[in-house]
């Protein structure tokens, strides 16, 4: 199966972003043909800063590798580095409804986020992820909750181009993971844990002192019990879950085992856990921080990689949109 995914340079991992999507694509990449991409391109929708984003690329390239990402198993590339992404996007764009582009749960919610900086490419993000997607004729999707409307868009901007111009994209499925697909904020658990808002999250290297503060203080209920009840205690089934995630012990063996017990007694077992559990990847990053000249010559070879994957399809777009 060909799997393509991303994620944007908009800052440090969390571990939303971890159970989510990149602890699948660890997996996949062992029997699937995968492509991941930094998606840098969509992180210029929201405000940054140019003079760091080189950085934050890198930074974000050493976690992927410290997670496990293998560039000899996986194509691993930035985005802007293959021009194909940008050339397709603006083919998709002529036949991509904007009615469907302005109902977008993210585009609305980015806009009331950012309302001093509501830009076109706001709006037009999801046909960038369109183009990242099809452009490597991508059969299987893995993302978290919050990408899925994002993705049946692409299937319908897929689906109008096959149809106008003749069969040329495969038609992407979602994948999500069954349990974890939204980890939500640690300070307001009826929102989804986001890496622009840095409150909300425990990042994947976040030291055992951070951890710790992190999770003590995260929201929960008044109620004292220790039950997965994600309508009425949305605090302590986000914990619960991260619990399950990552001591793989079903859910209702950790309540068992905190029966009794408060809330301090299990978030301290939880600090525990993710202290444990997150060490290799501390230090695996911390080996990594000091070799950007490998790291740009993984990015130089998982650019051209993708680039030979990339520019067979847009010969193909292009012949059947009669531009050659
Ligand atoms: N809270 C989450 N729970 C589960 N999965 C999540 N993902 C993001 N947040 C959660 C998944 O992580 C992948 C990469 O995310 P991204 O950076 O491309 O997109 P995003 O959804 O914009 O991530 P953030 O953290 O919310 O970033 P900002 O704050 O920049 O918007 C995706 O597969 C996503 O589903």
Redesign the pocket.
Known sequence: MKIF????P??EI?I??Y????KHWVKLQETQECIFSI?DL??LT?PYNPEILQKKILELTIAHLAVGINPEKSIFFVQSRVKEHTELCWLLNTVCPVGDLSRMT?YKEKTKQFKKNINAGLLNYPVLQAADILLYKTEIV??????KQHIELTRTIAKKFNTKFGETFKIPEPQLPKI?????ALNDPTK??????PESCLFLFDEPDKIKKRIMSAITDTDKTIKYDIKNKPGISNLLTIYHLFSNKPIQEIEKEFEGKGYGDFKKELVELLTESLKPFREKRKELLNQEALIQKILNNGAKKAKIVAQATMEDVRKKMGLI
């Open positions: 995914s991303g994620i944007q908009t800052g969390h939303g972003n159970l989510g999507a990149i998606v969509h992180s929201t993210q893995p993302i978290g909750e919050d990408q974890g697909a939204k980890i939500m989804k844990m986001s890496k622009s808002m």
